[in-house]
């Protein structure tokens, strides 16, 4: 320690490096495919912008899927504890994801429409892992991989998920294993089909929440889904902030009404009886 400026000196320390015996943090990562992965359009300065936001949001996705696959898998075991976890980093993912319109948000009409043709057709509404993500979460829509009719692997990766009971089906399932009176077609339903809300459901969950001690474990899981569709919901309203203050109410690249289209799918709730029953707690 050198007493005069109180830092450390590490000028005679003796750091060795043997990249030969082992792979480096770069070959690990991959990170020559990932940082040569940006492949501006255009000659415009922003486009680079706009290009790694919306390739990190797809990494962070990809996680999301990761960890909801994973919790739903812990679900149907009964085994809540691990899954707790998960969809916690579900919900501190969703953040970043938020705060990452805050970054597009500093392009301007300007910056975005002087490459904005070069575009084509490509939208965010053609991301199938936001897609695989909405099923998971419950927000079911066959129509939707129509789109990736052209990719087989990708459209049955999306059928899969969208014919598999989401992470709100799982837990109304449990529900039912621990007693709580779920109807039997909510329990064996067609999974693809959109889920609907039910006063005999809204019914279970209020149980659960007057005998929180009782079942502290589902009452837990209850609180991680809705803050996971709080989270979500943020996520969607600075999407719609984002585009409004970019490009106001033109239609959006891939043929959607823009701003309309996402203000329309504010008002989806995936979880829609642990909303209702908080007026009757």
């Known amino acids: 320690m050198n007493k005069e400026t109180d830092r450390v000196d590490l000028s005679n320390e003796q750091v060795h490096w043997d990249l030969g015996s082992s792979q480096s943090y770069g070959q690990y990562l991959h990170l020559e495919q990932l940082l040569s992965a940006q492949h501006p359009v255009s000659h415009e ?35 809540l504890g691990p899954s707790f976890k998960m969809l916690a980093r579900v919900a501190r ?28 057709k490509s939208s965010g509404f053609q991301s199938y892992q936001y897609r695989m993500l909405e099923f998971m979460l419950g927000n079911k829509n066959a129509d939707m991989i129509r789109v990736h009719a052209q990719h087989p692997q990708i459209h049955e990766a999306l059928q899969r998920t969208l014919l598999a009971p989401s992470i709100y089906d799982e837990s109304l399932r449990l529900l039912s294993r621990r007693g709580y009176d779920i109807p039997r077609e909510y329990l064996d339903r067609d999974f693809s089909q959109p889920y609907t809300a039910d006063k005999r459901v809204a019914a ?9 001690k009782e079942h502290w474990d589902l009452y837990e899981l209850a609180e991680k889904l809705v803050d996971l569709d709080y989270k979500f919901q943020h ?28 203000a329309k799918a504010l008002e989806l709730r995936a979880f829609p009886e642990l909303w209702t029953i908080r007026t009757s707690i």
């Open 204 to 212: 279970a969950w209020l149980g659960v929440y007057h005998n929180v």
């Open 235 to 262: 996520w969607r309203f600075s999407h719609m902030k984002t585009v409004e203050r970019i490009i106001g109410y033109k239609r959006g690249t891939g043929g959607t009404g823009g701003v309309s289209y996402l």
């Open 45 to 79: 300065h922003d486009e680079m912008l706009f290009i790694v936001i919306h390739q990190a949001s797809e990494l962070w996705i990809k996680l999301c899927l990761h960890e909801l696959t994973a919790a739903c898998e812990h679900i149907r075991r009964d085994d």
């Open 93 to 120: 993912i969703q953040n970043q994801l938020t705060q990452s319109w805050d970054i597009l948000a500093t392009m301007t009409p300007f910056d975005y429409s002087s490459f904005r043709n070069h575009l084509g």
